[in-house]
């Protein structure tokens, strides 16, 4: 039986194996191919176990992977760290100023998205053979709607973008992800209650679902203001960088932590306390000493968890089901997911494009970048046990699979495409 230490080893070993081979030999963008070589390898996992069947190696390796807890090592371990890095770096001036049109992705969008796919989704199931009740499928729209900010933050550090869009995609990135997890928990609380059938949330659902929904998005914020104002006046008054260094570790884990026992938006109060460190903190609260060596911590933690993240999405892939029907539904959810983000993007860009202008080629770039990624598997490997949770489990690894790989792939050319194009309203 391998222990945790193990298993954190063989991720770890994995992780530094692939990401030599992939900068030796392949050169695809870092995290890219660390999820290739690593659907490569356990593809060739099943492929021995076919060819070899007393080997056992896939039989160990499956069971090594099945005792990784994912939703807690995600949700609960390297989320916290991977947003309050991303969070350092934005220029809260420049988020300001693009202040209404990330609030509406991040909160109108992913609900827009969440009604479409979700609807979609169940048509397509039932037109399969697969019964997914309505209330299941709009689970499946909330854990899959919002952009992954792991995912998005990496692939915009190899995409020369205009500003204001590279703006308007770090800052959705960062918010609706916290939104994306309100709204997952509040339907899958109803689906639950509901016994799994769609009619039964009615108006004292949508009350609820308003409340938690108000209470965990403004809670975490302010959660995400005040620790961060604690932590940056105490980093005022002193002035040596291992102790600062600690004082951000402390910030994150703790706030994350009573965010958590509050039942407030973790994801949105680390966010929160990251622009407030990397905006004021930088400013008053570090010396130039001091901000070089935080920021470069914060940068390789960044950079170590996205390639151990990357790797055990690929790993994952060994302890799901994939029956022919579901692979089915999974493939149609890609243009699906596709479609309602469109529908989610381009309804906040013409709206607001009748007072100020977009780039030209806004919303295809935001469609087309808007990647999925840890979050939407850890989500969807949350589900309860049951009939419901496969369909949604295979779906949700397609629609990540197709995002990250060929989406992440194919977005600088896109960039470049429309690089040449004149300013314009909209798409």
């Not at 916290?80 to 934005?90: E, N, P, R, S």
């Not at 997890?181 to 689906?191: K, N, R, Y």
């Not at 009619?199 to 209470?215: D, K, M, N, Q």
């Not at 940056?232 to 026992?261: C, F, N, Q, R, W």
Request: proline share 4%.
């Amino acid at each position: 039986m391998l222990s945790f230490f193990d298993i954190a080893a063989l991720v770890l070993v994995l992780s530094a194996v692939f990401g030599w081979v992939n900068r030796r030999f392949i050169r695809l963008p870092h995290q890219i191919g660390l999820l290739v070589l690593g659907l490569a390898a356990s593809l060739a996992l099943v492929v021995t176990d076919d060819v070899l069947p007393h080997s056992n190696l896939l039989a160990s390796f499956t069971a090594a992977v099945a005792r990784i807890n994912f939703y807690n090592t995600m949700m609960n371990g390297m989320l916290a760290f991977l947003l309050f890095a991303g969070a350092l770096h934005v220029d809260f001036s420049k988020l300001r100023s693009e202040a209404l049109p990330v609030a509406l992705l991040a909160t109108v969008g992913v609900l827009i998205s969440t009604v479409i796919v979700g609807v979609a989704t169940w048509g397509a199931a039932y037109l399969l053979g697969i019964h997914l009740p309505l209330v299941w499928a709009l689970v499946f729209g909330a854990l899959i709607s919002p952009t992954d900010p792991v995912a998005v933050l990496s692939l915009l550090k190899t995409v020369a973008l205009p500003e204001s869009m590279e703006i308007k995609i770090t800052g959705e990135s960062l918010f609706n992800d916290g939104v994306g997890v309100v709204v997952f928990t509040v339907l899958l609380g109803l689906a639950v209650g509901s016994g799994g059938e769609a009619g039964h949330a009615g108006s004292i659902g949508l009350v609820y679902a308003g409340e938690v929904f108000l209470f965990e998005a403004v809670g975490g914020a302010v959660l995400g203001i005040i620790a961060g104002y604690i932590c940056v006046h105490a980093m005022e008054s002193i002035d040596d960088y291992p102790v600062e260094i600690l004082i951000t570790l402390a910030l994150v884990m703790g706030l994350y932590a009573l965010a958590l026992h509050l039942h407030t938006s973790g994801p949105i109060a680390v966010v929160v306390a990251g622009l407030f460190m990397g905006n004021r903190g930088r400013v008053t609260a570090m010396s130039e000493t001091t901000r070089t060596h935080l920021f470069q911590f914060w940068e390789l933690i960044d950079e170590l968890l996205n390639s151990v993240l990357f790797v055990l999405i690929a790993l994952e892939v060994l302890v799901i089901a994939f029956r022919p029907e579901l692979i089915v539904l999974a493939l149609i959810a890609i243009p699906i997911v596709l479609i309602a983000r469109y529908a989610s993007v381009s309804g906040p860009i013409l709206l607001l494009s009748l007072r100020r202008r977009f780039a030209t080629g806004s919303v295809r770039v935001m469609v087309w970048g808007g990647l999925r990624g840890g979050i939407s598997v850890a989500l969807a490997l949350s589900l309860p046990a049951g009939a419901y949770r496969g369909p949604i489990l295979v779906a949700t690894y397609g629609v990540v699979i197709f995002s990250i790989i060929v989406q992440g792939l194919t977005i600088a050319p896109l960039a470049r495409h429309i690089a040449g194009e004149s300013e314009a309203p909209a798409d």
